[in-house]
């Protein structure tokens, strides 16, 4: 008897250089109370149980986070690459490492590395259930402002003015890992590979990818504790999220 589970890749892109962490290291190797967060990233595709497959891309010659990879001892194949200048070439290296029978693919941040189970299998119910794109995502709760370009100002400072105010109801702040049908991402990468270089700086996650095909790209809920670590704050409340999971599990 054959299953009739869709077999699921789960890229996740390691290329940070973790500047702002201040931990002079990339910051896939930054521990979080003790555990790499490329560990935790990892550790955490596997409590989900939807890869078949799951393939790092990581900055090149980095050996730290190649190792890194084999510690976290995921059960299913895992595959190792050389990440790009840019996050789109790194997560078109990772894909060309999938096996190639992979229906849908999944593309997380290593830096999310607390993005809890439930966040992978609504996504990977979306598609199955006919989405061709999907991203997770949580309300905005900022009074949001778009700007004109800085103009200088007294004592030096850059002084910008406000253009607009968009409704917040309606915006969205985008989370990984974020779902495709694996054809359509591997075709959206193959016209990026037509971009000039400023649209492929212009490019931030490859739901745009998709988008710039014309295809719909679908949202569901993402997670409070899916944060994105990239300062010594997030890092500090990543470790708070760590502290208070750990006394529920012992209440």
Same mark, same amino acid.
């Given at each position: 008897?054959?299953?009739?589970?869709?077999?699921?890749?789960?890229? =996740?892109?390691?290329?940070?250089?973790?500047?702002?962490?201040?931990?002079?290291?990339?910051?896939?190797?930054?521990?979080?109370?003790? =555990? +790499?967060?490329?560990?935790?990233?990892?550790?955490?595709?596997?409590?989900?149980?939807? +890869?078949?497959?799951?393939?790092?891309?990581?900055?090149?010659?980095?050996?730290?986070?190649?190792?890194?990879?084999?510690?976290?001892?995921?059960?299913?194949?895992?595959?190792?690459?050389?990440?790009?200048?840019?996050?789109?070439?790194?997560?078109? +290296?990772?894909?060309?490492?999938?096996?190639?029978?992979?229906?849908?693919?999944? /593309?997380?941040?290593?830096?999310?590395?607390?993005?809890?189970?439930? =966040?992978?299998?609504?996504?990977?119910?979306?598609?199955?259930?006919?989405?061709? +794109?999907?991203?997770?995502?949580?309300?905005? #709760?900022?009074?949001?402002?778009?700007?004109?370009?800085?103009?200088?100002?007294?004592?030096?400072?850059?002084?910008? #003015? =406000?253009?607009?105010?968009?409704?917040?109801?309606?915006?969205?702040?985008?989370?990984?890992?974020?779902?495709?049908?694996?054809?359509?991402?591997?075709?959206?990468?193959?016209?990026?590979?037509?971009?000039?270089?400023?649209? #492929?700086?212009? /490019?931030?996650?490859?739901?745009?990818?998709?988008?710039?095909?014309?295809?719909? /790209?679908?949202? /569901?809920?993402?997670?409070?504790?899916?944060?994105?670590?990239?300062?010594?704050?997030?890092?500090?409340?990543?470790?708070?999220?760590?502290?208070?999971?750990?006394?529920?599990?012992?209440?």
């Amino acid at each position: 008897m054959t299953s009739s589970r869709p077999r699921i890749g789960v890229i =996740v892109v390691a290329g940070g250089s973790g500047q702002r962490l201040g931990y002079g290291i990339p910051k896939a190797q930054v521990p979080l109370s003790g =555990v +790499a967060l490329l560990i935790r990233a990892l550790r955490g595709v596997e409590a989900s149980g939807i +890869a078949a497959a799951v393939s790092v891309a990581v900055p090149a010659g980095d050996t730290v986070l190649r190792s890194l990879c084999a510690e976290a001892g995921l059960a299913v194949p895992l595959a190792v690459v050389d990440g790009g200048e840019t996050r789109a070439h790194s997560v078109r +290296a990772a894909l060309e490492a999938l096996p190639g029978d992979i229906e849908f693919v999944l /593309v997380h941040d290593a830096a999310r590395a607390l993005t809890p189970p439930e =966040v992978f299998h609504r996504v990977a119910a979306a598609l199955a259930a006919g989405a061709k +794109a999907v991203i997770p995502a949580v309300p905005v #709760t900022d009074t949001i402002k778009s700007t004109a370009p800085a103009t200088p100002g007294q004592a030096g400072t850059a002084v910008r #003015t =406000v253009t607009g105010t968009p409704d917040r109801s309606a915006l969205r702040a985008v989370q990984t890992p974020q779902g495709f049908d694996a054809a359509l991402l591997r075709s959206a990468h193959a016209a990026a590979e037509t971009f000039d270089a400023a649209r #492929t700086s212009a /490019v931030t996650d490859d739901a745009m990818l998709v988008e710039s095909l014309g295809t719909e /790209v679908y949202v /569901v809920d993402g997670s409070e504790t899916s944060l994105k670590i990239t300062t010594p704050l997030d890092l500090l409340l990543a470790e708070a999220l760590l502290a208070r999971e750990l006394n529920r599990q012992e209440d």
